[in-house]
């Protein structure tokens, strides 16, 4: 799609939301694809979306791993409003603490003591940040009690508000690779896909065991230095400390509503395979975490209503397929 028409169907719909007196949903900005890429200098297309969020209140979950956030002015002072305004929560993402490990994992990215510059440049103005451990590799990213004390106290000496830790997930031959390259030990893998597609090659990721090893002890430190912790499609909800996972209750402006997640369901209680999930409880979850959902949805514009629809028509039709939830969220069978 032309970005010209992406930037005419975003504004639609903040000027559509905003103008109804509906209660904005946060936007990812982005995920896939890095919203601040090197030729954004010449297209400024992430800067009209910036500007077009400031001017309809659109809050905006902001991820990125480039430094052109704090290179191009235009961009900087944008963010920098968003976020004193409480629009915006910035997560910078980094997949290593070691700047000649990164260009084995993420070549052409900017090193990681660059991007934690990023951290050091926001923080100083007291706005909310995050730093996504992503993708998250055991032995390369803090791991052992030393380590991750040390990533936390320096977290907290940036000023980072919470910490996201999602594993790497990437085709087996590219996996052993990449450990191969990285020059350590096997660490066992499994699969991540829920099947095998023909024509596609599965997908692993570290194993479930290894995962909650390291991340018990992440979670561990998070905690006693006052950072909200949480994992990002793993499934692991033990270790959630807020009450999301991308970090959107650190927007100062609390009218926003996100949408109904596995998530909630676990925390309050429910073992979908020993208990029913009728539509009453499902809209008690609802009102209880005020989350998006039902009927309530048809009042938003349709070309986010639709897909928010068939999320939750996915998520309940999930929670009643045991093998799905034991693959993709294994603590909620441990309720």
Same mark, same amino acid.
């Given at each position: 799609?032309?970005?010209? =028409?992406?930037?005419?169907? $975003?504004?639609?719909?903040?000027?559509?939301?905003?103008?109804?007196?509906?209660?904005?949903?946060?936007?990812?900005?982005?995920?896939?694809?890095?919203?601040?890429?090197?030729?954004?200098?010449?297209?400024?297309?992430?800067?009209?979306?910036?500007?077009?969020?400031?001017?309809?209140?659109?809050?905006?979950?902001?991820?990125?791993?480039?430094?052109?956030?704090?290179?191009?002015?235009?961009?900087?002072?944008?963010?920098?409003?968003?976020?004193?305004?409480?629009?915006?929560?910035?997560?910078?993402?980094?997949?290593?603490?070691?700047?000649?490990?990164?260009?084995?994992?993420?070549?052409?990215?900017? #090193?990681?003591?660059?991007?934690?510059?990023? #951290?050091?440049? $926001?923080?100083?103005?007291?706005?909310?940040?995050?730093?996504?451990?992503?993708?998250?590799?055991?032995?390369?990213?803090?791991?052992?009690? =030393?380590?991750?004390?040390?990533?936390?106290?320096?977290?907290?000496?940036?000023?980072?508000?919470?910490?996201?830790?999602?594993?790497?997930?990437?085709?087996?031959?590219?996996?052993?690779?990449?450990?191969?390259?990285?020059?350590?030990?096997?660490?066992?893998?499994?699969?991540?896909?829920?099947?095998?597609?023909?024509? #596609?090659?599965?997908?692993?990721?570290?194993?479930?065991? #290894?995962?909650?090893?390291?991340?018990?002890?992440?979670?561990?430190?998070?905690?006693?230095?006052?950072?909200? $912790?949480?994992?990002?499609?793993?499934?692991? $909800?033990?270790?959630?400390?807020?009450?999301?996972?991308?970090?959107?209750?650190?927007?100062?402006?609390?009218?926003?509503?996100?949408?109904?997640?596995?998530?909630?369901?676990?925390?309050?209680?429910?073992?979908?395979?020993?208990?029913?999930?009728?539509?009453?409880?499902?809209?008690?979850?609802?009102?209880?975490?005020?989350?998006?959902?039902?009927?309530?949805?048809?009042?938003?514009?349709?070309?986010?209503?639709?897909?928010?629809?068939?999320? =939750?028509?996915?998520?309940?039709?999930?929670?009643?397929?045991?093998?799905?939830?034991?693959?993709?969220?294994?603590?909620?069978?441990?309720?």
């Amino acid at each position: 799609m032309p970005r010209k =028409e992406v930037l005419r169907i $975003f504004e639609s719909v903040c000027r559509s939301v905003h103008r109804r007196g509906l209660k904005p949903i946060p936007f990812r900005f982005s995920t896939l694809v890095d919203p601040f890429p090197p030729h954004e200098e010449l297209y400024r297309f992430s800067e009209y979306v910036l500007k077009i969020a400031l001017d309809y209140e659109q809050p905006l979950i902001i991820n990125t791993k480039s430094i052109k956030v704090v290179e191009i002015e235009g961009v900087k002072k944008l963010v920098e409003e968003l976020l004193g305004r409480g629009l915006a929560v910035l997560q910078i993402s980094i997949p290593v603490l070691d700047d000649v490990k990164a260009r084995i994992i993420e070549s052409i990215a900017p #090193l990681p003591s660059k991007r934690l510059g990023i #951290l050091k440049v $926001f923080n100083g103005c007291g706005y909310p940040t995050v730093l996504r451990l992503s993708p998250y590799i055991p032995t390369v990213l803090p791991t052992n009690e =030393e380590e991750v004390e040390y990533l936390v106290g320096f977290l907290k000496d940036y000023g980072v508000k919470h910490m996201i830790v999602e594993s790497l997930r990437i085709e087996r031959e590219f996996m052993e690779s990449i450990i191969k390259l990285l020059g350590i030990s096997d660490l066992g893998f499994e699969g991540y896909s829920l099947r095998e597609v023909s024509g #596609l090659k599965p997908i692993v990721r570290f194993s479930k065991e #290894l995962r909650i090893k390291c991340y018990e002890v992440l979670h561990k430190y998070a905690v006693r230095s006052g950072l909200g $912790f949480s994992t990002c499609k793993e499934g692991l $909800f033990r270790f959630h400390t807020s009450n999301d996972c991308c970090g959107a209750y650190l927007l100062k402006d609390k009218d926003y509503v996100l949408r109904l997640t596995l998530w909630d369901i676990y925390r309050v209680g429910i073992n979908p395979v020993k208990q029913e999930l009728s539509d009453d409880l499902i809209r008690s979850v609802c009102r209880r975490f005020s989350r998006l959902c039902s009927e309530e949805l048809s009042e938003y514009p349709k070309i986010i209503s639709k897909p928010m629809k068939y999320h =939750e028509k996915r998520l309940l039709r999930i929670l009643k397929e045991p093998e799905v939830i034991k693959h993709i969220v294994p603590d909620l069978l441990e309720i």
